[in-house]
């Protein structure tokens, strides 16, 4: 089709013949006394109807309580993305179909015409209407006391602010003059922009709708400074832990925050049906208890969980599979992992220490260190082989894999290693062999970690031999998660350990955003993704000719309009990670062990675990998972 004319793809929901609804079990007292709307009031007018056979899924029934565990408090966080529940969400293989939406229609890819479900309503029986995406855009996203920065990022395309109409209820149009290709795969992700929020609850918290005196009380009550910090606090759509705020999610957070059992019961206004008339999600609850890390294999391995693979690493395996082999009531799944790494080390490019900071943004450093890595015997000590050993890229399994980026600069070899370091004129050593930095300090090269997986504290053991024939003394400094997180951002971090890009499997269309400093979540240059955040603002100005290159690929893959293109720009942009080293990744794709309760149906035998894309547990649609014997579960 030629360029000059309109593109016009329509992302439409399936066209089944609507089944006769059937009222849910869970509901149906509720309904009897006359406390709810029976189930054909409470569904849109045209559901997302699901055919769970043409899936390779069987029907399931009603009822049970789901048992997880988390390892923190936030983790409450993760039923907003394990429900998923999207506007529009992915598919198993990764392509994009209405959810919450009707249908889109897609023009030039700057112009998305959002078709809401009429009669969609919200947790609470509040319609859901073109109304709450008003809210967000004039209250929320434009309000300068609730959100200070202005509106986020993906609203701007060349620095141009898009548009947003309502032409009628269940219409929402999102416009901009040139082309936005990732505005619909960030509504996919884990952790989308919530571009509409229930309109009817959050307004009593926001001064142009509410009384002083009424919005005073409730500052007060909440114990907070002003309004907005209210409004702030209430607004949680996607921490999921205010039990008052409606949602669209499968279900309901029905907890009081702080304490280590919550419980989540099914959404009675959820969307989705399946080809018989059922609703959908099968489950009734879901039990998500906050446990210790380092107990979740053996509450696991003791039948406390009926779906877990939070807190499960791949040194688990053999416990897990020990206790299923001995009479546990579970199965061990092993589902490919869909992070670039295992395990990465980042030196911080942004770190406060000049001298310290001028050595790791010299490459060779970088390098150097990548060469010191015995990633062959950390396969064998850790992962048994099973693993990949390599440097940080996309995985094999991406369209865009390539062995050369995976292997570049990954061969052990202590003598390229020194002559790199050598090359640098870092030769002068301390009487115990330590090389000595530019202002004769030792080099003790310190890296923080969450101090979450033993498996990351053992390789680092491993390294602290083999960069010890380098001449560095590798220092370990375990962290609270939290804490390491803001030391990284803040520049006091000189390194750190973490996973790899959260999506190690990118196609053309996947917005390769993550991999140029556009963001402080990429720990090599947190400062200069703030600048790039702030448009200024904060933070430092990204320095060096490969991480401008980086930018301005980046925007050259926002602006094409062809699979070709886009996929010779993250070609490059790939190259240049494999070159400059930016993340010393050590292993990738090994197994990840899921736990799954003998009774629980349609979870898949093989799976992907990632955040990106696909929202862990999301994209095989947990809705849509199942007791054999609901009758059996019981609420602890």
Not at 127 to 136: C, G, I, L, N
Not at 484 to 497: D, P, Q
Not at 566 to 585: P, S
Request: with cysteine.
């Amino acid at each position: 089709m030629s360029k000059l004319l309109a593109l016009l793809l329509c992302l439409a929901t399936p066209a089944w013949a609507m089944p006769t609804v059937q009222e849910t079990t869970f509901l149906a007292a509720k309904v009897e006394k006359g406390d709810l709307p029976p189930i054909t009031e409470r569904l849109p007018d045209v559901p997302l109807v699901v055919d769970l056979e043409a899936k390779g899924r069987s029907y399931g029934t009603q009822g049970g309580t789901l048992r997880t565990l988390g390892t923190r408090s936030k983790d409450v966080r993760l039923m907003s993305a394990y429900g998923y529940a999207r506007l529009v969400g992915y598919t198993s293989d990764y392509t994009l179909q209405p959810d919450i939406l009707r249908d889109v229609e897609v023009v030039e890819n700057r112009r998305f015409t959002l078709h809401l479900r009429p009669g969609h309503r919200w947790s609470d029986g509040a319609p859901f209407t073109s109304e709450d995406f008003r809210y967000w855009w004039e209250n929320v996203a434009q309000d300068p006391d609730i959100t200070p920065s202005g509106p986020p990022d993906f609203m701007y395309v060349e620095d141009e602010l898009g548009t947003v109409d309502f032409p009628d209820a269940y219409t929402v149009v999102f416009e901009w003059s040139a082309a936005n290709p990732n505005f619909l795969p960030q509504l996919a992700q884990a952790s989308p922009p919530f571009i509409y929020r229930p309109a009817h609850y959050l307004k009593q918290f926001h001064q142009q709708f509410t009384s002083p005196d009424a919005l005073q009380a409730a500052i007060s009550k909440a114990r907070v400074k002003s309004w907005a910090a209210l409004h702030n606090k209430r607004d949680n759509m996607s921490k999921f832990d205010n039990p008052e705020q409606p949602t669209l999610q499968p279900w309901v957070n029905v907890s009081e925050s702080g304490t280590s059992r919550q419980l989540f019961v099914r959404n009675p206004y959820y969307h989705r049906i399946d080809a018989r008339g059922v609703q959908l999600p099968y489950i009734d609850r879901v039990e998500m208890t906050i446990t210790t890390g380092g107990l979740i294999a053996a509450k696991a391995n003791a039948g406390e969980t009926d779906l877990q693979a939070r807190g499960l690493d791949f040194p688990d395996i053999s416990i897990l599979k020990k206790g299923e082999a001995d009479g546990g009531n579970y199965r061990t799944l092993l589902w490919e992992n869909g992070a670039a790494s295992q395990i990465a080390i980042y030196p911080n490019l942004n770190f406060a220490d000049p001298v310290w900071r001028e050595v790791m943004r010299d490459v060779r450093f970088r390098r150097a260190l990548s060469h010191g890595v015995d990633r062959h015997m950390i396969n064998r000590a850790l992962y048994f082989g099973l693993a990949k050993a390599g440097g940080m890229t996309a995985l094999s399994q991406s369209p865009l894999y390539d062995p050369e980026n995976q292997s570049a600069y990954a061969e052990y070899s202590p003598t390229i290693a020194n002559a790199l370091l050598d090359e640098m004129g870092l030769t002068e050593r301390t009487q115990a062999g330590i090389r000595k930095l530019p202002d004769g300090r030792a080099m003790e090269f310190v890296v923080e970690t969450a101090g979450e997986r033993q498996e990351v504290e053992n390789a680092l053991a491993i390294l602290t031999d083999t960069w010890r024939e380098l001449g560095i003394k590798l220092v370990m400094r375990p962290l609270d998660r939290d804490i390491l997180r803001n030391r990284v951002y803040a520049g006091l971090s000189m390194a750190s350990v973490w996973f790899g890009w959260d999506n190690g499997l990118p196609t053309p269309q996947t917005s390769p955003m993550y991999l140029a400093p556009t963001n402080q979540e990429f720990f090599a240059w947190p400062m200069w993704g703030q600048y790039y955040q702030s448009k200024g603002e904060l933070g430092e100005e990204p320095q060096g000719a490969a991480p401008r290159r980086l930018l301005a690929l980046a925007d050259r893959w926002n602006r094409a309009d062809d699979d070709v293109t886009r996929a010779d720009l993250w070609r490059e942009m790939l190259r240049i990670h494999a070159q400059q080293v930016y993340a010393i990744g050590l292993l990738s794709e090994a197994p990840q062990p899921v736990v799954v309760s003998k009774r629980l149906r349609n979870v898949p035998q093989q799976g992907v675990w990632a955040y990106e894309p696909g929202a862990h547990f999301g994209v095989h649609r947990i809705d849509e998972f199942y007791f054999g014997e609901p009758s059996e579960q019981v609420v602890q």
